[in-house]
């Protein structure tokens, strides 16, 4: 039973019951071709018909999207990464050694404003599509108590809108802070890789939108194996930063359905370096909370058995 | 390019994955730059300074590719010795006429020019030869002069020199794509004259990978100069008739019977007045030439702005163009509107330019009053090009059709829907009429097969009407086949073969995994589906490939005739050693290595003879209004030949150190934004585009907001001396967003200022509608008539903008916008 809350796991969909079953898909995001023109963004909305969330500036560069949420379940972020100045090639700067770990979040002054001229200084942009990353072990589908989280049989992760209760319980287990509650329905919402539209064959209306291919969709073995030939070529090409994230079936979430080329740390685009599935240990809370209550038990038992005359 | 033209660009990522080196050019950091290789910022309305830098580098290190520039350019042609250059008449050529502000152009002729054989000097060493003077023309752009008007260092200046010439030659090849980023501005002809000047010495034109894309604003752009909404030109780039030109002959007197293919330019007027007129088109009434309506000026949209102001223009037609909000000087545009007695407005949303008359920004302030505006506006429901069949027009002259996916909503119909129906009942009426006047309508062909529930007139008998017929009535392959005899029409010579066969050839769509890398069977380019104009260029003198990695288009000797991956731009059997014989004219009087067939001299022309107003050669002056004075041609400080549209309300500003230069220091530059379009009357009322780029805001510097104490998401004023624009609290945020860059350029700090936001009204929100285009002035445009909109001067004040009528001040400093509302 361990396997089935950690560690690789080869057949995803099987372990959920799908005796015969698709095989698995996701995402692969190249964020190295990702232009930022959030086609994504707009494509995921119209087709998932979500509801617009505010007209809101919010002045980080031309991201006023913010962050995902119950209304956005793409999200293209523009990281602000402080860079060499002059003419160097932005895809051969090598990283900037600083003496604490830039991560990548918004500092008290503008950006641009500590910089001046003569430090000879640039500041440029990583853009990258954000999106749920359909865990090989899903916490949020382990915490659920209704049943409103299910694996599919192509071994995504989807909420049923209809089955949900709104308790929350799924939104601290992500370890990514995907999933979130709409406030003015109370249910949660996430990406369901538009699980609609694979039943009919088609391609995810982001992948299907995105322009220079950034988003690909496909096999999860065929999108691993392209992103590994990726990364080579990348490295080749003399973009030694260029690594993948959530790909590795060995890690804390089993790997990810949805992975990703990241041209920096993963902490950089806002993601934890190393995620865990929040309920990895239940097993031994488990065991734990019933040695404890065990020992409870003999303890009262012993009080009542000293009692005796 | 990925800001605006985001679906384009994905072919730029992918050259890039396979290798490409990506240099951006722009005053601001986008999302372009984000992902080029190299970005360059650059003073805006420099282009042509930084451009020219290049050219001289390429001349003074002998970068240029030196046999195709000796066989395919006028580099050897020698000038008249009376020819002055910019560089002695202190950045004005010989023939100025100060009186006119105009040019004669007589001494910027070839040498003998009325010999048989003009005089050339193919070593090109002759110090009256073009490539001689062309490298003392750009010989004052050093480095040193890039970086004092551009504000570009000779270090980034260096590593695009070296990029852009090290990838040109014989087996590699470069391409250069602008946008209105060139067009607006008063120089743009200069900017793009001399683009093409630096691709043709590298050899970047007529080869594959090669050229100038110009990206434009709008789909299908290209289609609408080829078959024009351009007052001045008919279809297929054929001048409008001026009323000088009483007849067909004395109108083309200057090209029939010329070297080149312009010489049958009788074939084209001919057929296409025959598509238009049909069987009342004979040789007898000079094939209804008389029919055409005359020009007696210059008929300018600015142009007319001014005569609705005065009262000429009575109506107007405002279709898929919102002038209210999207045009220079918006204020100004809204003062003629509101002067006129009728106005049609076909959009998909009730855009401003059909409610200026009751919320136009003059309304809130009370400049104008609803009552007094006796403008009667018809607005007609637009439908959209999924709702239409019809062809789009692309950058590289590429045809692709659309099919009607669905019937429009409501009322909304097609543009030709609505123009076919008007012509009718406009037809109807008039034909009992016995009045000449009248004639040209009652003769019109006008029997298009109409289809479907509105009665939509079918889009693919216009195409084959505009794709021609010979005589027997079957379509032509070509523009080759048409006659002057009226026996065949067109009505675009152009784009005669769209429809060869009967089949719509612009509606193919066979993948490029089935067909050659050339990809001919995916939609339809004109000419004669060529996909590289003056591809002759790929192949050498000899007719062979400059490189196997290169090649193209070449001579069989074998066959006898040009092959390759493209259709050849060349007479299929001329051969490349064929010489004319004395008295040819037309295409038989270009040589075997005349590759540029549409030029009289069958040259790449690095110095235009003819043809250009502003002078035979690109020279640099300062836009229209500019902080700085011209540091290349101090005594001319803007293009001397720039239309300049006088009116109290398009005031202009002094520059540099003229008296008052000081009022308005800072450049300024309006731009879009990848979740926009245009105007925004196809996005700006959309929510999820919308909640992506909802407010107005502009971006300066960290530099200039501290001069002037802006701060991050605060509120900014922008004034010029046309308006002042800074939304209220009902926008959201009116932001500051600083700039990501200090600003490294010279002089003074650039204010970017994007023309896109949330249409607020449409999206459930209060809406203000004060846009950026109301700041920028009619400043004058270069002879090609275009509006110098993109470099721009201003002053910026921390304040918001006081709207309304005079009162109480209700938020004098608002951060932020709560997030819903």
């Known amino acids: 039973m361990s396997n089935r809350l950690s560690g690789p796991l080869a057949d995803v969909a099987g372990d959920a019951g799908y005796a015969a079953h698709p095989s698995r898909v996701g995402f692969f995001t190249d964020t190295s071709v990702c232009i930022g023109c959030k086609a994504c963004e707009v494509a995921c909305k119209e087709w998932n018909a979500i509801p617009e969330d505010g007209l809101t500036l919010t002045g980080m560069s031309y991201d006023n999207t913010g962050a995902l949420g119950s209304d956005t379940w793409r999200h293209v972020a523009f990281i602000e990464k402080v860079a060499p100045a002059g003419p160097v090639a932005p895809s051969a700067h090598p990283p900037i050694e600083t003496s604490t770990v830039d991560l990548g979040m918004p500092g008290s002054r503008p950006p641009g404003r500590d910089l001046d001229a003569a430090a000879a200084v640039d500041v440029t942009w990583l853009m990258s599509s954000d999106v749920c990353k359909h865990c090989t072990h899903a916490a949020c589908l382990d915490v659920c108590p209704t049943g409103a989280l299910v694996r599919t049989e192509f071994g995504t992760v989807v909420v049923q809108e209809d089955v949900c209760n709104g308790c929350g319980y799924c939104v601290p287990a992500c370890p990514y802070g995907v999933i979130d509650k709409r406030p003015s329905d109370g249910r949660v919402f996430k990406c369901t890789l538009c699980y609609d539209r694979l039943g009919s064959g088609l391609t995810p209306a982001c992948a299907k939108a995105c322009p220079t291919e950034s988003i690909q969709f496909g096999d999860l073995d065929e999108l691993r194996a392209r992103a590994d030939a990726r990364v080579a070529s990348l490295h080749e090409a003399g973009v030694p930063q260029a690594r ?66 | 390019m990925a800001e605006a033209h985001p679906v384009g660009f994905q072919w730029v990522m992918e050259a890039k994955s396979r290798g490409a080196t990506i240099i951006h050019v722009d005053p601001r950091f986008t999302r372009t730059s984000a992902v080029a290789d190299i970005h360059v910022p650059i003073r805006a309305g420099t282009d042509m300074a930084f451009l020219g830098g290049l050219v001289n580098y390429v001349l003074s290190n002998e970068k240029d590719f030196r046999e195709y520039v000796v066989a395919f350019t006028n580099a050897a042609a020698i000038l008249r010795a009376d020819f002055v250059d910019s560089d002695d008449l202190d950045g004005l050529f010989s023939g100025f006429d100060a009186e006119a502000r105009s040019y004669d152009t007589t001494t910027w002729q070839y040498a003998g020019v009325d010999e048989p054989v003009p005089q050339r000097d193919e070593s090109l060493q002759h110090p009256r030869c073009v490539y001689q003077v062309l490298r003392r023309h750009f010989a004052r752009y050093t480095p040193e002069m890039v970086q004092r008007v551009c504000g570009i260092t000779p270090a980034s200046f260096a590593q695009v020199a070296e990029a852009l010439t090290s990838n040109s030659g014989r087996e590699r090849t470069s391409a250069l794509c602008y946008a209105v980023g060139w067009t607006h501005h008063s120089t743009g002809a200069q900017m793009i004259r001399t683009a093409a000047i630096l691709q043709t010495l590298l050899g970047n034109v007529g080869r594959p990978g090669g050229g100038i894309l110009a990206l434009r604003g709008h789909a299908s752009i290209q289609g609408s100069t080829d078959i024009p909404t351009l007052y001045n030109l008919l279809p297929g780039y054929i001048p409008m008739p001026r009323v000088e030109s009483t007849s067909l002959d004395k109108h083309l007197a200057g090209d029939v019977g010329k070297t080149g293919f312009w010489g049958n330019s009788r074939d084209y007027v001919v057929s296409l007045m025959k598509a238009w007129w049909g069987d009342a088109a004979t040789a007898d009434n000079d094939f209804c030439f008389g029919y055409l309506p005359r020009l007696t000026g210059n008929h300018g949209t600015y142009q007319t702005v001014l005569a609705q102001i005065a009262g000429d223009v009575k109506g107007y037609f405002v279709v898929g163009e919102n002038p209210s909000v999207g045009s220079a000087n918006a204020r100004l545009q809204r003062q003629g509107l509101a002067n006129l007695e009728w106005l049609v407005v076909r959009d998909l949303q009730m855009i401003e330019t059909a409610t200026f008359w009751k919320d136009g920004p003059e309304i809130e302030t009370g400049e104008m009053v609803t009552a007094d505006i006796g403008t009667e506006v018809f607005f007609l429901p637009a439908a959209a090009h999924t709702e239409k069949a019809g062809s789009f027009t692309n950058t590289q002259r590429l045809l692709q059709w659309h099919h009607k996916a669905v019937e429009p909503p409501g009322d909304a119909r097609s543009d030709l829907w609505f123009y076919y129906h008007l012509g009718r009942i406009v037809r109807d009426r008039l034909a009992a009429s016995t009045d000449a006047r009248d004639r040209p309508l009652q003769d019109l062909t006008w029997d298009y097969p109409v289809e479907g529930e509105s009665d939509d007139p079918s889009a693919e008998a216009v195409l084959a009407e505009i794709g021609g017929f010979d005589a027997t009535g079957a379509p032509v392959k070509a523009y080759t086949d048409l006659k002057d005899d009226g026996s065949t029409s067109a009505g675009c010579w152009i784009y005669c073969g769209v429809t060869a066969d009967g089949v719509n050839q612009s509606a193919r769509r066979k993948p490029g995994r089935e067909q050659s890398w050339v990809a001919p069977e995916w939609g339809w380019a004109w000419p004669a589906n060529r996909r590289t104009l003056y591809n002759r260029a790929s192949a050498d003198r000899d007719g062979k490939p400059w490189s196997a990695r290169k090649a193209y288009v070449w001579w069989d000797e074998g066959k006898g005739e040009w092959t390759g991956h493209d259709v050849p731009d060349f007479e299929k059997d001329k051969r490349p050693d064929y010489t004319p014989p004395p008295g040819a004219s037309a295409q038989a009087a270009l040589a075997g290595d005349d590759a540029f067939i549409m030029q009289g001299d069958g040259k790449a022309w690095l110095f235009a003879p003819s043809g250009l107003a502003d002078g035979p050669l690109p020279a640099y002056y300062e836009p229209p209004e500019s902080p700085v004075d011209n540091p290349v041609h101090p005594a001319q400080q803007r293009n001397p030949l720039r239309e300049i549209v006088r009116h109290p309300g398009n005031t202009m500003h002094p520059s540099g150190s003229e008296p008052g230069g000081d009022v308005f220091p800072y450049v300024f530059s309006t731009h879009r934004l990848t979740e926009h379009h245009t105007a925004g009357g196809m996005s700006r009322t959309l929510p999820y585009l919308s909640e992506l780029q909802p407010a107005f805001f502009i971006e300066v510097g960290p530099g200039l907001a501290e001069e002037r104490g802006l701060e991050h998401l605060g509120w900014a004023t922008v004034v010029t001396a046309r308006s002042a624009i800074g939304p209220g609290p009902g926008d959201g945020a009116d932001a500051t967003a600083a700039s990501r860059r200090p600003h490294r350029a010279p002089g003074r700090h650039p204010v970017a200022l994007g023309t896109h936001r949330a249409d607020h009204r449409r999206c459930g929100q209060r809406d203000r509608r004060h846009r950026a285009r109301s700041q920028r002035a009619h400043p004058g445009q270069g002879r090609q008539l275009r509006r110098a909109a993109r470099a721009s001067a201003a002053g910026t004040r921390p304040a918001r903008l006081r709207r309304g009528l005079p009162g109480p001040r209700r938020h004098p400093r608002r951060r932020h916008r709560p997030a819903s509302q």
């Open chain 1, 244 to 309: 993948l994230y959530g790909h590795d079936p060995a890690d804390g979430v089993g790997g990810d359905g949805a992975f990703f080329l990241l041209l920096d740390e993963p902490q950089v685009y806002g993601l934890p370096p190393d995620p865990v599935v929040t309920t990895k240990d239940l097993p031994a809370m488990w065991r734990h909370a019933g040695v404890a209550s065990l020992g409870l038990a003999a303890g009262v038992a012993a009080c009542f058995l000293g009692r005796r005359p």
